[in-house]
């Protein structure tokens, strides 16, 4: 395994949209890996191809409780295909926004479906903090961050901290 970098706002890449995978291949497994050693390391719940520079729909996740067994799962091609009209406010943060978080509503339940590491068809529903991860690592497949889904000014105020906060760590260096 190896750790990849993980894009910061605002590269390019995390706009754009990415590609779907359809063949799974032993890359693919390679990057999962790569992509879950990254997500562990940073520490984060959710890592999403376009974050490490791989316009692949694919996505990593373990939403595990920290005191609790290790979950991790590998999300291919997925597409959201139900969400609940009830919709649930929670606080985000992203790893390509580093100590920058922000009340975002979304669906509190989504039904998604997506290919496993193994490339067999799946279908599950998520609530909680898993429906949250599901919806914002999709978001990523599609060039979407958390800070579209804030008001203009709380935008606003997460690009100047992110990019006070990105000075400091290279001052820092
Ligand atoms: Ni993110």
Same mark, same amino acid.
């Given at each position: 395994?190896?750790? %990849? #970098? ?10 754009? #949209? ?8 032993? %890359? ?13 390391? /940073? ?7 376009? !974050?490490?520079?791989?316009? !692949? ?6 939403? $595990? ?17 139900? *969400? $609940? ?26 039904? /998604? ?10 279908? *599950? ?5 898993? /429906? ?18 804030? $008001?203009?000014?709380?935008? !606003? ?7 006070? *906060?990105? !000075? *400091? %760590?290279?001052? %820092? #260096?």
């Amino acid at each position: 395994m190896a750790k %990849r #970098k993980i894009l910061i706002f605002p590269n390019a890449s995390l706009r754009r #949209k990415a590609e779907r995978v359809v063949k799974i291949t032993d %890359r693919t497994r390679k990057l999962a890996e790569d992509m879950l050693e990254t997500m562990y390391d /940073a520490p984060g719940i959710g890592l999403a191809g376009p !974050q490490v520079g791989v316009m !692949q729909r694919i996505f990593v996740m373990d939403c $595990s409780p920290k005191d609790g067994d290790a979950d991790p799962r590998v999300f291919i091609d997925p597409e959201l295909v139900w *969400e $609940s009209d009830e919709v649930e406010k929670r606080e985000e943060g992203c790893l390509s926004f580093p100590g920058q978080f922000a009340d975002v509503f979304r669906p509190a339940k989504v039904v /998604a479906t997506f290919l496993d590491i193994d490339g067999d068809p799946k279908e *599950e529903e998520f609530e909680g903090i898993h /429906a949250r991860c599901v919806q914002h690592e999709i978001d990523h497949l599609n060039g979407k961050l958390f800070i579209d889904h804030v $008001s203009l000014v709380k935008r !606003q105020l997460i690009k100047r901290k992110l990019a006070k *906060e990105m !000075q *400091e %760590r290279r001052e %820092r #260096k």
